[in-house]
């Protein structure tokens, strides 16, 4: 049996920890603050070759950018302009199967969930087998807080106890009020961790 993976693009605190938590392998791409470059091929293709891996079943990401396109920076400060027409399309339909759960915590990157966009790609189009979470804009500075002290640990907290996504994501929506209307979900409400094996 193939090992479950996961592929990571950016800095995400509390899911680094809960995707060790479940013995994923962990892809990284850091971000650090420095160097402005449009594209780094080699960098892209690695992305991309991890998305076409049938045992990649979670991705996680941080970036810049909209539902279409994101801007990530490599480990030695290199921009990377990542698109779905361009990268994440076209290796998701290399796939045969959607990612099982997406977490994209671009600044508007779930604003839109239909074709050509992040959501649509990694669920191939598909209601089932695929959880998407996401921010889909308008936030503030004390928002992007509230998101990483307050809305991701409660949200990756409820699903380490084994909530279903769809239920974690109201969860946190409760606990933190101040983004239930800056938070997505799309995809199967079903999920859970229990679908990642």
Not at 12 to 23: A, E, I, N, S
Not at 107 to 123: D, L, V
Not at 148 to 169: E, M, N, R
Request: hydrophobic share 40%.
């Amino acid at each position: 049996m193939t090992k479950k993976s996961f592929l990571w693009v950016g800095e995400v605190g509390q899911g680094q920890d809960w995707v060790r938590y479940w013995d994923m392998r962990l892809y990284q791409n850091l971000l650090p603050t420095e160097g402005i470059r449009k594209y780094h091929p080699a960098d892209i293709q690695a992305i991309t070759d991890e998305v076409e891996k049938e045992e990649v079943i979670v991705y996680l990401a941080v970036a810049h950018g909209g539902p279409k396109e994101a801007v990530v920076r490599t480990v030695g400060g290199e921009m990377l302009i990542l698109t779905v027409a361009d990268h994440i399309g076209p290796a998701m339909d290399r796939r045969t199967q959607p990612m099982k759960f997406v977490f994209i915590s671009h600044s508007e990157g779930m604003k839109e969930t239909g074709a050509g966009t992040w959501s649509h790609a990694f669920r191939k189009g598909q209601p089932q087998g695929c959880a998407v979470v996401g921010v889909s804009g308008g936030m503030s500075t004390s928002n992007w807080l509230d998101f990483q002290l307050i809305w991701s640990p409660a949200f990756f907290t409820y699903v380490h106890w084994g909530f279903k996504f769809k239920l974690a994501f109201r969860m946190a929506n409760f606990v933190c009020p101040t983004l239930r209307s800056k938070m997505v979900f799309d995809g199967d409400e079903n999920m859970s961790t229990a679908d990642l094996t």
